[in-house]
C-alpha cells in the first residue's frame, strides 16, 4: 500500500484544514487510470508496475471532492482516503 | 460431452436471481466473488472467449489488465481521437456512401474495424475493402461466440467461431506477428528503444508473455486476447452507431434542426451517443457467477448461482434518470457521479476498456470542457452520417439480430444518404 499525506483545504472551506490520507493498494490496481484522468495532479501511473499511486505534492490541487469521487470510481477499489480524525472517507477493497 | 461438436449445457446453477435496481447492480459489479467464470464449458472448447481477459478473474485479470490498459492512456486515445480517426472515417464513409444507400451496420463495422484492427496489433489497409469485409465477418462470429449465453442455437456458434478463429490466426495475426515479435526482440537487444515500438494490444501482450502472471505461453491465448480486443472495438461501435440514428430519426422529424446540431456540436452528438448507450446497451442484462456466497443489497446470493444484472432496467431509473426515463432525451440532467450512459459499460474491475475509445469522457451536465476532453469515435460517426444526410430506406426495413436474445441488435439497417433536408 503505497500512501501520501498531505494537508489539503476541505470542501467546504469553512470547515478548515484536514490533513488526508490517500493510499492505492497496489495489488488491487488495474492500471485502468480513471484516477488520473479525473485527478490527473494526485494520481500517476507507473508505466513500469502499471500502477497508479498518489502524487503527494498534487493532493492539495485536486482536492478534498475530486479525490473522494477518483477513489470512489476506481473500477477495483484499490483506493483509500482517510480525513486527520481517522474517519475513512472512501474505503479501498 | 466437450469437443464431440454436441449440444453443452450450461452449468446448471444453484438459484437464479436477478437484480435491477442500480445501486445493486453496481455493488454486484464490484463484487469480487461474482465472477465472468460463469459457464467454463460454454467458454471453452474453441471459443473466442476461452481465457481472455474478459472472463478471467482476480490476480492474473489484475495482470493483463495492466499491460493492456497502456493501449488506453488519454494520450494514446487523442492520438485516435484527433489524428488517426478523422482520415479513415471520411475515407471510408466516402466510399461506402457513394451510391447514396448502403447498410449502416456495415458501414459502421467496415469504419470501426480498421480502428479497433490497429489498437488490436492488426495489419489492415483502409483501402482494403475485402481484407476489412472479411475481418468484419470474422467479428460478427466472435461476436456471437462472446454472447454463446444468450445464443438461439450455441452449437452452431461454436462450430463457426472455431473456423473462424483459424481464418482469424492465419490471415491477420501470424503476418502481423512476426514484425512484432522482431521489434520486441530488437528492443530487447538495445537496437531500438520502447517508443520505436508498435503501440497496440498485440505488442504488449509479446512484450510481456513471459511474466508468468499472465498466463500467455500459449500463442492461441494470445490470438483469441487479440480477437477479443477487436471484437469489442468493433462491434458495441457499429450496434451503438445504428441505434443513435434509429432513436435520433423521430426527432429529426420532428424538428430538422436537431440535424444541424447533431453537425455542428459534438458535445450534443456525444450526448446523443451516450444517451443511447443508456436505453440501449449492447448487453442489456449482464451475468455473473457466484464463486462463494455473497450478499448484495442485503440478499444472500447462494454460491453457484447465476446473478443477472438487468442493466437495462438500472438504467431507466427515474431517480437517477428523471421522470422520463425512457424517453430519449439527451439534455436531461443526471447527477454528476452517474455516468450518462448508465451502466452500459459494465463496472468494477471488468469495466469495459474501450468505454473511452468509443463514447469518449464522461460528460456531466454542468461541467466544462476542459481541451482534453474526448468525445468518443462513435459520435464523430454519428456526426458524420448524419452531415451525410443517413435516413432509414422505406423500401428495405431493418431487421433485429434474432440470432440473440441481446434485443439491442441490428442483422441490417439500411439507409439513404443524401441531402440532410431529404429525411
Redesign the interface.
Known amino acids: 500500500m503505497h500512501s501520501s499525506h498531505r494537508r489539503l483545504q476541505s470542501s467546504p472551506a469553512e470547515e478548515g484544514d484536514v490533513v488526508l490520507t490517500v493510499a492505492v493498494d497496489r495489488?488491487?490496481?488495474?492500471?485502468?487510470?480513471n484516477c488520473?484522468?479525473l485527478a490527473p495532479t494526485a494520481f500517476r501511473?507507473d508505466?513500469g508496475?502499471?500502477?497508479s499511486s498518489a502524487v503527494p505534492e498534487g493532493l492539495d490541487d485536486a482536492g478534498l471532492d475530486l479525490l473522494v469521487?477518483a477513489a470512489?470510481q476506481c473500477?477495483?477499489?484499490a483506493i483509500r482516503v482517510v480525513d486527520d480524525d481517522g474517519t475513512v472517507l472512501v474505503e479501498s477493497? | 460431452m466437450e469437443g464431440d461438436g454436441t449440444v453443452l449445457l450450461l452449468e446448471r446453477p444453484s438459484a437464479t436471481i436477478t437484480l435491477q435496481a442500480y445501486a445493486e447492480i453496481r455493488a454486484a459489479l464490484?463484487d469480487?466473488n461474482l465472477s465472468r467464470s460463469f459457464d467454463k464449458r460454454s467458454f471453452a472448447d474453441g471459443n473466442v472467449r476461452d481465457g481472455v481477459v474478459s472472463i478471467s478473474h482476480g490476480a492474473r485479470?489484475?495482470s493483463r489488465?495492466?499491460?493492456e490498459?497502456?493501449q488506453?492512456?488519454?494520450e494514446r486515445l487523442r492520438l485516435y481521437e484527433r489524428e488517426l480517426f478523422p482520415a479513415v472515417l471520411e475515407r471510408i464513409l466516402d466510399r461506402e456512401t457513394a451510391s447514396g444507400r448502403a447498410d449502416l451496420f456495415e458501414v459502421g463495422a467496415l469504419v470501426s474495424v480498421v480502428l479497433a484492427a490497429r489498437r488490436a496489433g492488426l495489419d489492415v489497409r483502409d483501402d482494403d475493402r475485402a481484407s476489412q469485409l472479411a475481418l468484419v465477418g470474422h467479428v460478427e462470429t466472435f461476436s456471437q461466440a462472446s454472447a454463446i449465453l444468450d445464443a438461439r442455437d450455441p452449437d452452431v456458434v461454436r462450430r463457426l467461431a472455431r473456423e473462424a478463429l483459424v481464418a482469424f490466426e492465419r490471415e491477420y495475426v501470424r503476418p502481423a506477428w512476426g514484425p512484432r515479435e522482431a521489434a520486441v526482440d530488437a528492443l530487447r537487444r538495445g537496437e531500438i528503444g520502447a517508443e520505436d515500438l508498435p503501440h497496440d494490444i498485440l505488442t504488449v501482450l509479446l512484450l510481456h508473455r513471459d511474466e508468468a502472471a499472465l498466463e500467455l505461453q500459449d500463442d492461441g491465448r494470445v490470438v483469441r486476447e487479440v480477437a477479443t480486443y477487436l471484437q469489442g472495438g468493433t462491434h458495441t461501435s457499429a450496434q451503438t452507431l445504428i441505434n443513435s440514428v434509429d432513436l435520433l430519426q423521430p426527432l429529426f422529424e420532428r424538428d430538422p434542426t436537431v440535424r444541424d446540431r447533431v453537425v455542428d456540436d459534438r458535445s450534443y452528438a456525444q450526448r446523443c451517443v451516450h444517451e443511447t448507450l443508456r436505453l440501449r446497451p449492447t448487453t442489456p442484462r449482464i451475468k455473473r457467477r457466484a464463486e462463494a456466497e455473497t450478499a448484495v443489497g442485503g440478499r444472500t446470493i447462494p454460491r453457484d448461482a447465476l446473478v443477472v444484472l438487468d442493466v437495462a432496467a438500472a438504467n431507466r431509473d427515474p431517480t437517477l434518470f428523471g421522470e422520463r426515463p425512457d424517453a430519449f432525451d439527451p439534455d436531461r440532467t443526471i447527477d454528476p457521479?452517474v455516468a450518462r450512459w448508465g451502466l452500459s459499460f459494465g463496472?468494477?474491475?471488468?469495466?469495459c476498456?474501450g468505454r473511452s475509445v468509443a463514447g469518449g469522457?464522461p460528460l456531466a451536465s454542468s461541467e466544462a470542457l476542459s481541451s482534453d476532453h474526448l468525445y468518443g469515435l462513435i459520435a464523430a460517426m454519428l456526426q458524420a452520417v448524419v452531415r451525410r444526410g443517413v435516413r432509414p430506406d422505406p423500401q428495405h426495413p431493418p431487421a433485429r439480430d434474432t440470432r440473440t436474445e441481446r434485443y439491442t441488435r441490428w442483422a441490417s439497417y439500411p439507409v439513404l444518404f443524401g441531402a440532410a433536408q431529404a429525411g
Do not use: K, M, W, Y
Open positions: 495489488e488491487l490496481c488495474a492500471g485502468n487510470g488520473v484522468r501511473i508505466e508496475s502499471g500502477t469521487r470512489r473500477p477495483t477499489n477493497a | 464490484f469480487p485479470h489484475r489488465r495492466r499491460v490498459n497502456t488506453f492512456r488519454p457521479d463496472g468494477g474491475p471488468h469495466q476498456p469522457f
